[in-house]
């Protein structure tokens, strides 16, 4: 059922683990997947979009050099400052955790049935959107600025009859390609409806 | 008496301090629950690891508040 989809795929790698754009990921199941449902793509805004925060990172690891400097804290004692600085490395820890976390499972799921978009706000919020294939109307994407252009990254948007009419896959890499696996996906379940193998 | 007006502000710079500390804890074990609850929509093979670096960052602000009663 899925070759059509496997031979748009054929020039792509599964990718790893860590991948943005991870096809027929294994052993990665999601919360209410069916048993007999297929993950096809596993999309994450591309990795260099968490370049700020690397590089913000690697700025904020310099501050513990600059405390003597800075007026409110040089009047500090030793033992302050060294209580201080380790609280410094612990939010950094922390920071980068948090950040890897955002990017890591905020998922866009496709499914031989449906798309699944989990986004986390922050540590406190999440919102999950399901919507079947069937129910697309229409599949588009668009690319903005130099970054998205040069590291072929965009916004896939998709158009729904469902409840909510407009999902947003955030700066998924190759959208061209995603946008081709959703046609053909949606394609292939109209086949299965006229054929009347709708699971 | 600047000795005495430096010992009052290093009393409330220690205090500030454990204040942020005991918050950073409560964060850092909200860190924890939140892992646990984003490994249950989307079970990767690294989620145990995942939840072990939660569960280290907050021994690390357990370790640093318990440093910072004893140094300061």
New interface residues.
Partial sequence: MLSSVKQLLTDHGSGG?FSALSIFPK?????AQDEEEKIILLLRPHFVTNVWWIILTIAMIFVPLFWTELPVIS???D??L???T??WY??I??FV??RF?MW??S?NIVTDERFID?D?YG??F?H?SVAQLENIEDVNYFQKGVMAAFFNYGDVLIQTAAEITEFVFNKVPNPEKVVKVLSELIAEEEREALEGRVR | MNYLVDLGLLSVVRIFLWALLLMFIIFSLVVVRQVQLMSRVLEVPISGGLKLVALGLLVFAVGIFIISVVVL
């Fill in positions: 683990l052993s990665t199941k999601f919360e009047f500090l004692p033992n302050y060294f209580v201080l380790l609280f612990a939010l820890l922390t955790f948090e976390l890591f499972f998922v989990v986390f540590l406190l999440k999950v």
